[in-house]
């Protein structure tokens, strides 16, 4: 038995530790350990702010799924001081939304996780006229011919297109081979490119994937653009409580919308979708079915046994989230948690989420058990967020000291992830939750009226299981699963974004232009005290923020992060969460190169910034 | 500030050719290449290299790497790949664990006093630094310990430039900037909760065209970025001069694009390049978004909460305008009492048979 | 002391007395446009920029604080040639003689309404004390206006000489409120130094205003601190 450490695992947001227990014999992984190792206190720093700030200290949380931490802070706020944003703020923020979904799976995939899989020493062995012919076959046989409805279409013609040339890849190829020879390596510097995984893959796939690799860096931000034309800016754009500061007006030339503006936004959505069609969803499946043919079906850990969703995109606006309004009309109904998945779908249950489970404090709550955190008043319990407590208890590792670590304490406390929980059970979140409970809940019949999303993700993985000719149980529950899945989602995000852009288009020619409510602006018109969540379906995951109010000021304010939920520390009785049990539902070949440990963990995207907080 | 060669390095380093060869052989085998190409990497190696980059995170949102990231003149793939070589890097680097850290020292040691050290992210201290660790070592130590040796440091957002967000009351894991950690090393300070993508590669660009870092302002800013507040670039400024004020979000003001200095913004105190440049080449700003400036690249601007107010009311005073008038008519009223009751003793003191002018004499 | 006979003592140079009431002046609009800054009235909801109300324009009444912190600013350096000139425009608190410590219980005790007089001073120490706090009130309010003001200009002199003060005090944005919050200070301070003058005028009667306006101030005793202005031994003017 040997314990191997990986930390820092790079290629992820923030600080995160994994040490594993290897059968070196085996291969097999028979503990493994997940560790958040910084925590900023950013939960303490909310105290006595004002609740209309609450959006941008709450927001730095991650600068990755920048905007999420707002969009969920925003609703939690709205939710306590009862505010009903506008119809064209709500299509705004799902807009920005989804076009952040989107983005942060193409740079996950491209430029986090693309090198677990592929490598720019290989692609040098590739034969560039051969890369070429491979780009076709490709694009004509992975490409997902799904869309979602599309008002108006302004797109001549796909504007972004792989090239498929021989010329375009010799000259990618050359430019590595300069890279590979002038001895600095950079970003490529160090790794295990000798690892037998990368012989996985044929050298035209790996050039291919590598030359999209660098395309994407520099095209990633062209499906943000709504965040700076709304918000101002991105990473961290600006919003407001009760709805957008951005007014909208036809009449006025230094409005902050018109519609020169709502032009820039529809160019940026269509070039989204061309992206995701045409590099994003061919990449993913070309690269994943030479995978699975391998025999690579492992990975899958608690997604096989339970995940959970929340539920987003409002079709319009709702009242609040407490009082079940927000439920009532989502486009991506994925509230709801789903219990063996990998046994198929018949057999696997589904519970419903309902909105009087949002104040129970027995359905959703957070304990301390590993965690360097304690509850002074409350040892040995789980707490419902409302009442959480957030103070910090560093214990130091197992072996080392304090300030200088050789294994921590899977016995004692090991990570600054406090372990978010579902009825005293772990659960994994993300895209693949979310399309396990949509897929479940639509064969189960429990959607009887689909939405278009709905429908799309169902038909898209009937049509990957077709490509791959397996059973979604099967193929869906892996780490290869975990990335394809990212992949599809960020498909229907790209249409999320042009629906809700129709929508905005449409309401603004109604002639509603408001964009925010601002009756409830005043302090004086708020309650003594109240609470409020705001539930938002982050791109790693199920994301609630929760809020209390007190005389004007945030008295308690408790974030549970996608991450928190997939990288939580384990649980003396509900067991192990979704990193963990993901490592130890992976093979390793090479003890000292434990590639497939780093790779099963970026398939969940790691944000340790969100997690900790 | 020249470049030196893999193989310069070797030489200032009173090291062998055999070495240098053993080196890049080792290179070679890392690479996965055939040893037929050993003959290419020694020639590169001898050649002049790109300034080395080791990028460090602290306690950080990861925002700055986006927002490095969404650059798109100098393009970033051109910033990465053809402007510096950046060896070290959470975000983007391929290794990780071990062998990375390895790596870092290796770089470190080869290019000592030539590396350039980007930072992102506070420093947290307190409780000797437990509260970010990175490869079993609290950040604290590992950031002064490659400080130690670089030829200059960038500090990348509000956050390893003030402390930023973690730093804001009250502080928890007593973060603060690198500057306060580092010592005597010439810095570059890039603020902003991000900075605008364009001014973080553009520092690098300038040090890319003209070998030199870019001429900086008294807090250690390069000028040419953050030399002007806001208030004095904004496009709003001619409805500040005239008094035209959005209100409220959403109103008349807010549609025609008109000030929002009532509306809180912190454009007049802003040092930040959002009203030149603009985010992403021009396209927006939070200002031209309809939301006012947070400050967000002034030191603590986190503490300068309520944003929506230019004068915050500090909880129980409240605003200092109405508490100044009401101070104001108190002491009006105590005066008006202190003279009543003055004459009183003025008459007292005539009927004991004192005269008006008679004074205290000793 | 006999009846009805009063000594004129000339303190006051006209420096001292012209820029007082300059300075009285400028802090009353600088107050104003001051807080008016802060919290103008939006001159035209309905008009457009080029056509906004001018009258009202924040450009306008920043003017007018400007030409009146220059004005303030330059009355401020001028007055100390006042104080080279006339010993009488020196009346600094003696912090370091104990005669300026039996002063200020001899008229704290008075203002205390304890005692029913106190003995005659060309400036009591009280006062003395609370001119040079004044004074360094409105230093403080022409360092950081001038700190917020030059740094429109960034590379210039200006900023270089003020510009520290920024990150002196951790922020501009706190450079405003310390400038807000001291010209609060201000005006508190000259209702109580107004209600002190005048009253001295009505219930001393020894010309306390007036004094401001002539330069002279009629006493019925001498006062204690009379050895600051006229040397005792030859009884002239110091
Ligand atoms: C006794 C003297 C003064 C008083 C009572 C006074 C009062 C004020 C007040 C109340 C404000 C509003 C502060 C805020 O909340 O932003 C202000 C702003 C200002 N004052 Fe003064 N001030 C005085 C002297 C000066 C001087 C000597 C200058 C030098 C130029 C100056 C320059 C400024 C500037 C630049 C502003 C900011 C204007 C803006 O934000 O647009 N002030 N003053
Ligand atoms: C009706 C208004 C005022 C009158 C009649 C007045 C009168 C006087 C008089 C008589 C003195 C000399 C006191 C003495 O030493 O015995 C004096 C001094 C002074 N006053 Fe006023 N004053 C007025 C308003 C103000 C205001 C509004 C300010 C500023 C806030 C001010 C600032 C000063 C200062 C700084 C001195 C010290 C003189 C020096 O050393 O330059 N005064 N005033
Ligand atoms: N976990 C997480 Fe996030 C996401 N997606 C937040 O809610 O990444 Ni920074
Ligand atoms: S400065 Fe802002 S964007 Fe950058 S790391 Fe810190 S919190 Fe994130
Ligand atoms: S919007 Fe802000 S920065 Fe622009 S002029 Fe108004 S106050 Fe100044
Ligand atoms: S908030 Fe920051 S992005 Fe610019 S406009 Fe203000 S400095
Ligand atoms: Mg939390």
């Known amino acids: 038995m040997k314990r191997v450490v990986v930390d820092p695992v790079t290629r992820i947001e923030g600080h995160l530790r994994v040490e594993v227990k290897l059968d070196e014999t ?11 190792t910084a925590w900023r206190g950013l939960e303490l720093i909310m105290n006595d702010r004002d609740p209309r700030d609450a959006w941008a200290f709450i927001q730095r949380i ?26 064209n703020a709500n299509y705004i923020r799902n807009i920005m939304a989804a076009s952040q979904s989107v983005q942060d799976h193409v740079i996950h995939f491209y430029h986090l996780h693309a090198l677990d899989w592929v490598s720019p020493v290989s692609a040098l062995k590739a034969d560039p006229a051969a890369t070429a012919a491979l780009q076709n076959t490709i694009l004509e046989t992975y490409k997902l011919p799904f869309a979602g409805p599309v008002e108006f279409d302004t797109n001549a013609y796909p504007k972004e297109f792989p090239k498929s040339t021989t010329v375009y890849f010799k ?121 699975v043919q391998k025999g690579y079906i492992d990975g899958g850990g608690l997604a096989k046994e339970r995940v959970i969703g929340f539920g987003d995109y409002p079709e319009d606006t709702f009242s609040g989230t407490t009082n079940g309004s927000f439920h009532k009309n989502l486009l991506l109904r994925s509230n709801g948690i789903v219990e063996n998945f990998s046994k198929g779908v018949e057999a696997a249950t589904f519970y419903e989420f309902k909105p009087e489970d949002l104040s129970d404090p027995d359905v959703l709550n957070e304990g301390v058990e590993h965690s360097w955190y304690k509850y002074p008043d409350a040892e040995g319990k789980d707490l419902h967020p409302w009442d959480g407590v957030t103070k910090a208890n560093y214990t130091g590792p197992k072996e080392g000291t304090k300030t200088n670590w050789k294994t921590l304490d899977e016995e004692g406390k090991y990570s600054w992830l406090k372990t978010p929980k579902w009825r005293g059970k772990m659960a994994e979140v993300g895209p693949l939750a979310r399309y396990i409970i949509v897929y479940t809940k639509m064969k189960k019949g429990l959607l009887p009226e689909p939405t278009w999303v709905e429908k799309m993700i169902v038909d898209q993985i009937e049509a990957v299981s077709k490509v791959l000719n397996l059973k979604p149980e099967v193929w869906m529950t892996t780490m290869v699963g975990r990335t394809a899945v990212r992949g599809l989602e960020a498909q229907v995000h790209a249409y999320i974004g042009k629906y809700f852009f129709d929508k905005l288009v449409k309401n603004i020619k109604s002639g509603d232009t408001a964009v925010a409510n601002m009756t409830k602006w005043d302090p004086s018109t708020w309650p003594k005290e109240c609470k409020g969540v705001g539930l938002y379906e982050a791109p790693r995951g199920a994301l609630s923020h929760w809020v209390v109010i007190k005389n004007g000021k945030i008295s308690n304010y408790q974030a549970v992060v996608p991450t928190t939920w997939n990288a939580c520390p384990r649980d003396g009785k509900a067991g192990h969460g979704a990193y963990e049990m993901a490592m130890m539902d992976t093979k390793v070949k090479i003890a000292d190169k434990p590639l497939e440990i780093l790779k099963v963990v970026r398939s969940f995207d790691p944000c340790m910034a969100c997690a900790t907080h | 500030m020249k470049r030196e060669s893999m193989w310069e390095v070797y030489l200032r380093k009173g090291m062998n050719r055999r070495s240098f060869i053993k080196s890049c052989v080792a290179l070679t085998s890392i690479l996965g290449l055939s040893t037929d190409m050993l003959s290419t990497v020694v020639a590169a190696a001898e050649k002049n290299a790109l300034p080395v980059v080791i990028w460090l995170h602290g306690h950080e ?44 020292h290796e770089i470190m040691e080869q290019f000592k006093g030539k590396y350039i050290l980007a ?6 201290t307190a409780d000797n630094g437990i509260y970010c660790m990175t490869g079993g070592r609290p950040f604290v130590e590992v950031v002064k310990e490659v400080a130690k040796n670089a030829a200059a440091i960038i500090e990348y957002g509000s956050c390893a430039t003030w402390g930023g967000i973690q730093a804001a009351k009250p502080n928890p894991t007593g973060s603060v900037s690198v500057t306060d950690v580092v010592g005597n090393k010439p810095i570059v300070k890039v603020p902003g909760c991000p900075p605008i993508p364009e001014v973080m590669t553009g520092v690098i660009m300038h040090y890319a065209l003209f070998g030199q870092l870019p001429p900086l302002d008294s807090e250690g800013r390069p000028k040419q970025f953050f030399a ?35 509306l809180g913004c912190r454009g007049p105190e802003t040092y930040n390049s959002c009203g030149n440049m603009r985010w992403w080449n021009g396209l927006s700003y939070p200002i031209q978004s309809g939301h006012g400036c947070i400050g967000c690249s002034n030191p603590n601007f986190w503490d300068d909460a309520p944003f929506y107010n230019r004068l915050p009311s500090y909880e129980p005073v409240g605003d200092i305008d109405k508490v100044g008038a009401a101070v104001a008519g108190l002491t009006v009223a105590g005066v008006a009492v202190h003279a009543v009751a003055s004459v009183i003793q003025k008459k007292k003191h005539q009927a004991d048979g004192n005269k008006p002018e008679d004074k205290k004499v000793d | 002391m006999s009846e ?36 103008p009235i939006s001159g035209g909801v309905n008009g457009e920029p080029t056509f906004g109300a001018m009258v009202l324009s924040l450009n306008m009444i920043r003017n007018i604080h400007f030409l009146a912190a220059f004005t303030l600013t330059a009355s401020f350096i001028l007055k100390i040639y006042g104080f080279i000139v006339n010993k009488g425009d020196r009346l600094f608190p003696r912090v370091w003689e104990k005669s300026f410590w039996l002063c200020m219980m001899d008229v704290s005790l008075h203002y205390m309404l304890i005692q029913p007089t106190h003995k005659s001073y060309l400036r009591n120490s009280l006062a003395r004390m609370s001119y040079v706090a004044l004074y360094l009130m409105i230093l403080v309010e022409i360092l950081t206006g001038f700190a917020m003001y030059l740094m429109v200009n960034p590379n210039g002199m ?5 510009g520290w003060i920024n990150p002196m005090v951790g922020g501009e944005f706190t450079v405003h409120l310390i400038h807000h919050y001291v010209a609060w200070l201000i005006v508190l301070s000259a209702i109580g130094h107004v209600y002190m003058v005048i009253r001295s005028e009505f219930m001393e009667g020894e010309g306390e205003v007036s004094s401001m306006f002539s330069g002279v101030k009629a006493l019925s005793h001498e006062p204690v601190d009379i050895g600051e202005i006229i040397d005792k031994k030859t009884d002239t003017v110091k």
């Open chain 2, 119 to 124: 930072v992102e992210g506070a420093v947290a």
């Open chain 2, 228 to 262: 002007n507040r806001i208030h004095d670039t904004c496009y709003r400024r001619p409805f500040f001069d005239a008094g035209m004020f959005a209100e409220k979000f959403d109103d008349a003001g807010s549609k025609a694009g008109w000030c929002l200095y009532k």
């Open chain 3, 4 to 39: 009805n006979y009063r000594k004129v003592y000339y303190i006051f140079s006209p420096f001292l007395r012209i820029f007082h009431w300059i300075m009285v002046l400028c802090i009353i609009t600088l107050f104003f446009t001051g807080l008016y800054i802060t919290k």
């Open chain 3, 158 to 162: 200006g900023a270089f000489l003020f």
């Open chain 1, 62 to 87: 991650c600068g990755v799924c920048t905007t999420a931490h707002a969009l969920s802070s925003l609703r939690a706020v709205e939710d306590a001081l009862q505010i009903e944003i506008p119809r």
């Open chain 2, 61 to 104: 949102c990861t925002g700055c790497d986006e927002s490095f990231l969404r650059s798109e003149t100098p393009l970033t793939s051109d910033v990465v790949l053809n402007m510096i070589s950046l060896e070290y890097s959470h975000a983007l680097s391929a290794s990780a664990g071990e062998p990375f850290e390895a790596h870092l």
């Open chain 1, 26 to 36: 085996t291969g097999k992984v028979e503990d493994a350990l997940s560790s958040g």
């Open chain 1, 171 to 291: 000259a990618m190829q050359d430019k590595i081979k300069k890279i590979v020879e002038s001895g600095q390596l950079g970003i490529f510097a160090a790794q295990w490119w000798d690892h037998p995984d990368y012989d996985i893959l044929p050298p035209e796939v790996h050039l291919m994937a590598v030359a999209h690799y660098l395309e994407m860096l520099d095209k990633q931000r062209d499906i943000v653009t709504s965040h700076v034309v709304f918000g101002g800016k991105n990473p961290h754009p600006h919003y407001v409580v009760g709805g957008m500061s951005c007014s909208i007006s036809m009449n006025d030339m230094n409005a902050p919308v018109n519609t020169e503006r709502l032009a820039v936004v529809d160019r940026s959505i269509n070039t989204t979708i061309d992206l995701v069609n045409y590099f994003y969803v061919p990449d993913i499946l070309a690269i994943g079915q030479l995978y």
